[in-house]
């Protein structure tokens, strides 16, 4: 598994709700999104579906791009997931494998 850290988009269904985050451990924040173990926008909004992430080879340049990510157009995301995840298929069970 990548030991840096991630950069991550979760929605609430295709061209639905997105949220962008960073973590270190990108198979235990998914679950916890999905499982809705924390307060916060992605569980008012119930965003649960892992539709695009990216690793960096450390948490603090995985920081710097999330930040430049969360200023972008909703349609700069949006055309950023369709690249790698046309379908908006849920990539957790990608990385569940882990």
Same mark, same amino acid.
């Given at each position: 598994? +990548?030991?840096?850290? +991630?950069?991550?988009? %979760? $929605?609430?269904?295709?061209?639905?709700?997105?949220?962008?985050?960073?973590?270190?451990?990108?198979?235990?924040?998914?679950?916890? +999104?999905?499982?809705?173990?924390?307060?916060?926008?992605?569980?008012? +909004?119930?965003?649960?579906?892992?539709?695009? @992430?990216? #690793?960096?080879?450390?948490?603090?340049? $995985?920081?710097?791009?999330?930040?430049? %990510?969360?200023?972008?157009?909703? $349609?700069?995301?949006?055309?950023?997931?369709?690249?790698?995840? #046309?379908?908006?298929?849920?990539? @957790?069970?990608?990385?569940?494998?882990?």
């Amino acid at each position: 598994m +990548h030991k840096g850290g +991630h950069v991550y988009i %979760i $929605a609430s269904k295709r061209y639905g709700t997105l949220y962008t985050g960073v973590t270190s451990d990108l198979k235990k924040r998914i679950y916890e +999104h999905k499982n809705e173990l924390f307060e916060g926008f992605s569980k008012t +909004h119930r965003i649960k579906n892992l539709v695009y @992430y990216e #690793p960096h080879e450390t948490i603090e340049s $995985a920081i710097l791009r999330e930040k430049q %990510i969360k200023e972008w157009k909703r $349609a700069w995301k949006i055309e950023l997931i369709e690249k790698s995840n #046309p379908y908006w298929y849920d990539l @957790y069970d990608h990385i569940k494998k882990w």
